[in-house]
């Protein structure tokens, strides 16, 4: 065993032993006034007596000091070989990324996008650096995913008074960040700035062989920028409106990166990520102790020897209370949830199998003993997958949740279960207030496929009720007409004539539908088909309690 902070045990057991000291030799009012044979025959023995206290307590004291020291088992020095790529992501804060072309603005768009890019790229080195009219580092080069994402969420830009884009402070910075690496890869994040040339900064990346890649976060209709409760004028008293400056796209062209204008979805960063994954990745070897950490065992004897100082010992009868007590609550809440938990893992696998049956049974069993938004989800999604609509939409309606996400979902497939009941009206309504949440491109593809779908069914019932007035009108006309004799009924020339007016008749019919049909019929099954597709589901996912487990986003 090696104790690596020794210096803990020297600098906390001297005073430790001189408060022991004080507190022992220290007599309460009642051993001063009394003889201390009266006083064992006057107090009631239940519980540690005095002295038996301040040695467990001092002892547990010890303990804690002696876990401070870190006391550590080495086995031995081990090699380990470690693949990383090294990535800095330069984060732009001038004025210009606080207009509002991409929602809430450029800047927030932009550091969201920098928190999905991280959270999907693997084995990278991250770093970031935020510039202005000059640069400063934001964190270095780190394996630290967490610590990583936490500066650049908590990255203040409230005190962003600079004018102007220096591309060169970025470079510059980047690059002793980089140190000696020699797979060099920048990140922008920028509307592009003002620039008309990037000569310089395509020369200085060059020099320290850096590959420049932009996401482009900014619109080529542009937006004003906001400032203190108005919009940014120049000298003419106009407002100023800042525009993507694609000029940009020559320093990724020239230096080896790539560019990419920001996305609503994720097929912005999923190119960049592409891009990424092709470098190739520095092999490092480390050499590592492999030891094993006493202190947690030293903390936990000790915090044992306290509760049984400031606690005072039961009896056998309160012992036998407690014990019955606690094993009736843990055994209900046990077979509870291991019924629950059991339910919830054979829906999720039936689910997971299309086998949609068995699956809304478990659903079912969920429902009723939970109660809960996200088990009502469950069972309605399970009941529109086995083609139970209006039962489908009669839990979704029982979904009653703050997370506005889940009731996004929620509105989507109601929207979803109504067009599948050919209610089109209904299904816009869901569609439209879904999007109000949450601009949603399956969502958005729905809600047009209801419109036209609508267009559709109120053009046939026009061409229904011109049919019924044409047949009223043709037998007015017929019975006007002299009455003839069955033999010349039977003649040729009004049947051709009868034959002639319906072909004439349905040739109009089928160029007024191919002119004001708004979707046909083969164009009506492949949205469906698409629809089927897009239709999106959310499984219950027991959450956890325990710290430093990660846990997939049910949604």
């Known amino acids: 065993m090696k104790i690596l902070n020794i210096e803990y045990i020297y600098l906390m057991l001297i005073p430790s032993l001189v408060l022991l000291y004080l ?82 603005n450029r800047l927030e768009f932009a550091k969201l996008k920098i928190i999905n890019l991280v959270n999907m790229l693997k084995n990278v080195q991250f770093g970031a650096v935020a510039f202005a009219k000059e640069a400063f580092i934001v964190s ?188 009736l609550i843990i055994s209900i809440n046990a077979k509870a949830g291991l019924f629950d938990f059991k339910d919830i893992k054979k829906a999720k696998e039936y689910y997971n199998e299309k086998n949609y049956q068995k699956a809304l049974k478990y659903f079912k069993k969920v429902a009723q003993e939970k109660k809960s938004a996200q088990s009502f989800y469950d069972l309605a999604n399970a009941y529109y997958k086995t083609k139970q609509y209006k039962k489908a939409i009669e839990y979704y309606n029982k979904v009653q949740t703050p997370n506005k996400e889940l009731e996004r979902y929620k509105l989507h497939n109601l929207g979803n279960s109504y067009f599948m009941l050919k209610q089109y009206k209904k299904a816009i309504e869901f569609y439209e207030k879904a999007l109000k949440i949450k601009e949603d491109p399956d969502t958005r593809y729905n809600l047009e496929l209801a419109k036209k779908m609508l267009k559709k069914i109120s053009k046939n019932s026009q061409n229904q009720n011109k049919k019924q007035k044409e047949k009223k009108s043709s037998n007015k006309g017929k019975e006007s007409q002299n009455k003839t004799t069955k033999k010349e009924k039977k003649n040729e020339k009004p049947k051709n004539k009868k034959k002639s007016k319906k072909s004439s008749k349905e040739m109009k019919n089928l160029n007024q539908k191919i002119k004001e049909e708004p979707i046909s019929k083969r164009e009506e099954k492949k949205w469906l088909k698409e629809i089927r597709k897009k239709q999106k589901t959310l499984i219950y996912k027991i959450p956890t309690k325990h710290k430093g487990i990660e846990i997939d986003k049910p949604w």
């Open 140 to 327: 270095p080069l780190t394996n630290d995913k967490e610590a990583f994402l936490f500066l650049i969420k908590n990255l203040n830009t409230d005190f962003i008074t600079m004018q102007g884009t220096n591309f060169l402070s970025a470079i510059e910075i980047a690059n002793t960040l980089f140190e000696n690496k020699k797979d060099k890869n920048l990140i922008i994040f920028t509307d592009g700035g003002d620039k008309k040339s990037f000569e310089k900064e395509i020369e200085l990346a060059k020099k320290y062989n850096i590959k420049v890649s932009v996401l482009a976060v900014a619109s080529k209709k542009g937006a004003p920028i906001p400032i203190n409760g108005g919009y940014l004028k120049d000298k003419n008293q106009n407002i100023v409106i800042t525009k993507l400056n694609e000029n940009i796209y020559s320093l990724c062209k020239k230096s080896g990166g790539i560019c990419v204008n920001a996305t609503l979805s994720n097929e912005d960063i999923k190119k960049i990520s592409s891009f990424l994954n092709h470098i190739k990745k520095e092999i490092k070897k480390e050499k590592v102790i492999d030891q094993v950490e006493l202190a947690p065992y030293f903390m936990g004897l000790a915090l044992f020897l306290l509760s049984l100082v400031f606690f005072s010992i039961p009896s056998k009868s309160d012992f036998k209370k407690i014990f019955v007590f606690a094993f």
């Open 23 to 104: 507190i022992s030799t220290n007599k309460s009012e009642l051993e001063r006034v009394f003889d201390s044979k009266i006083l064992k025959r006057l107090k009631i023995n239940r519980g540690l007596d005095k002295n038996t206290k301040i040695f467990l307590l001092f002892f547990a004291l010890f303990l804690m000091i002696f876990a401070m020291s870190r006391p550590v088992i080495q086995k031995g020095v081990v090699e380990v070989e470690t693949k990383k790529a090294p990535v800095v992501f330069a984060l732009d804060i001038s004025k210009s990324m606080l207009s509002k072309d991409f929602y809430p």
